[in-house]
Antibody
Framework: EVQLVESGGGLVQPGGSLRLSCAAS????????MSWVRQAPGKGLELVAN????????YYVDSVKGRFTISRDNAKNSLYLQMNSLRAEDTAVYYC????????????WGQGTLVTVSS | DIVMTQSPDSLAVSLGERATINCKSS????????????LTWYQQKPGQPPKLLIY???TREYGVPDRFSGSGSGTDFTLTISSLQAEDVAVYYC?????????FGQGTKLEIK
C-alpha cells in the first residue's frame, strides 16, 4: 500500500525557516517524480515544487523561487522541502504527492502538514 | 500561464440526481501530436487530501465508480456524476498538465440539496 507521511509543519515567524519531510513507503520511491502541493486555509490547490527521480531536475512556482528548495534522499525514501524567508502568504497545508510516470498528475497524496507563518 | 476556471463555485443537487461541473482553460490543453487532453479531475472530501478521479479528461482512475465521467476537449471540460450519492459531497478540482505552471481550478463545492 502506498503511503506518504508528512512532518515538520508548525508555527513560524515571518522571515523564519522550516523543513518539511515526507516519508514514502509501499512503492519504489526512486522511480517517481515527487511534488509538494499546498492549500491555503479555505482555498484551492497550488503546485509548489517538483523533483525528478534522481534529484537533478527541479521545478518551482514563481512565488517560492529563491526561497524554497525541494530535495530527496532515495536511500531513505524521503522527500524534503526547505522553506526559508517565510511569508504570511505561505501559510497552508503542504501535501506530499506522487507524480504519475510521464505526466504531472498526482495519484497519491499524504495527509498534509500545516505551516502557519505568523508573528 | 494557463488559467483554469470552474463553474459553478458551488452546487446543490438532490440524491440520485445528476451533478455537472464545468472547467474552462484559457488555452487549449489538447496536445495535437497524441490527440490527448491534458486535463484531470480530483475530489477532496472534508479533512482529506485530494483524490485522483479522472485523467486525460475522460479516463477514470482505477476504483472510481462509473457514475463519475469526464468529457470535453480543447478548452471546455465537464465532470458529471450521473446519480449523486451522499459520499460524493466534496470539493472538485480540475487541473491542467499541459504546460508549466501546472494549474488548478478554484474548486467547485458539491452539496446535497
Amino acid at each position: 500500500e502506498v503511503q506518504l507521511v508528512e512532518s515538520g509543519g508548525g508555527l513560524v515567524q515571518p522571515g523564519g525557516s522550516l523543513r518539511l519531510s515526507c516519508a514514502a513507503s509501499g512503492f519504489t520511491f526512486s522511480n517517481y517524480w515527487m511534488s509538494w502541493v499546498r492549500q491555503a486555509p479555505g482555498k484551492g490547490l497550488e503546485l509548489v515544487a517538483n523533483v525528478n527521480q534522481d534529484g537533478s531536475e527541479k521545478y518551482y512556482v514563481d512565488s517560492v523561487k529563491g526561497r524554497f528548495t525541494i530535495s530527496r534522499d532515495n536511500a531513505k525514501n524521503s522527500l524534503y522541502l526547505q522553506m526559508n524567508s517565510l511569508r504570511a502568504e505561505d501559510t497552508a497545508v503542504y501535501y506530499c504527492a506522487r507524480v504519475v510516470i510521464g505526466v504531472v498528475i498526482f495519484d497519491y497524496w499524504g495527509q498534509g502538514t500545516l505551516v502557519t507563518v505568523s508573528s | 500561464d494557463i488559467v483554469m476556471t470552474q463553474s459553478p463555485d458551488s452546487l446543490a443537487v438532490s440524491l440520485g440526481e445528476r451533478a455537472t461541473i464545468n472547467c474552462k482553460s484559457s488555452q487549449s490543453v489538447l496536445y495535437s501530436s497524441n490527440n490527448k487532453n491534458y486535463l484531470t479531475w480530483y475530489q477532496q472530501k472534508p479533512g482529506q487530501p485530494p483524490k485522483l478521479l479522472i485523467y486525460w479528461a475522460s479516463t477514470r482512475e482505477y476504483g472510481v465508480p462509473d457514475r463519475f465521467s469526464g468529457s470535453g476537449s480543447g478548452t471546455d471540460f465537464t465532470l458529471t456524476i450521473s446519480s449523486l450519492q451522499a459520499e460524493d459531497v466534496a470539493v472538485y478540482y480540475c487541473q491542467q498538465y499541459y504546460s508549466t505552471p501546472y494549474s488548478f481550478g478554484q474548486g467547485t463545492k458539491l452539496e446535497i440539496k
